[in-house]
């Protein structure tokens, strides 16, 4: 894989578990991100490169806690590649929570 180009300097690494804040079984499984700090502003110039982007914009739903519902948004996906047990894992992990996770697995472009 040598002509692999890495979007950041160092990688960001993701992690479930168990959600040790949810008090009600709404939210059971909790999804962390390491940023290295070496990777920080990158990261954050690709965040704000993909909101300056409208060709990467996509119509999704995300709750609203001031009308307790659900509402549409436009926003995007941060995409990130996975070996394929990773993203097994990660999908059967999400999978089990009561929410419904939309998520693909790719390479940070």
Avoid at 8 to 31: A, F, H, M, R
Avoid at 37 to 43: D, T
Avoid at 86 to 95: P, Q, S
Wanted: aromatic share 12%; glycine share 4%; with cysteine.
């Amino acid at each position: 894989m040598s002509d692999f180009k890495a979007a950041l300097p160092q990688v960001i690494k993701w992690s479930t578990g168990e959600n040790k804040y949810d008090q009600t079984g709404k939210s059971p499984i909790s999804i962390s991100l390491f940023v290295p700090v070496e990777s920080a502003f990158a990261f954050a110039q690709y965040v704000l490169n993909m909101a300056d982007d409208e060709t990467r914009h996509k119509t999704g739903k995300i709750w609203d806690y001031s009308s307790n519902c659900e509402i549409e948004v436009q926003g995007f996906y941060i995409n990130g590649k996975s070996c394929a047990l990773c993203a097994l894992t990660l999908l059967a992990t999400w999978h089990s929570c009561t929410h419904k996770w939309k998520r693909r697995i790719n390479t940070l472009s």
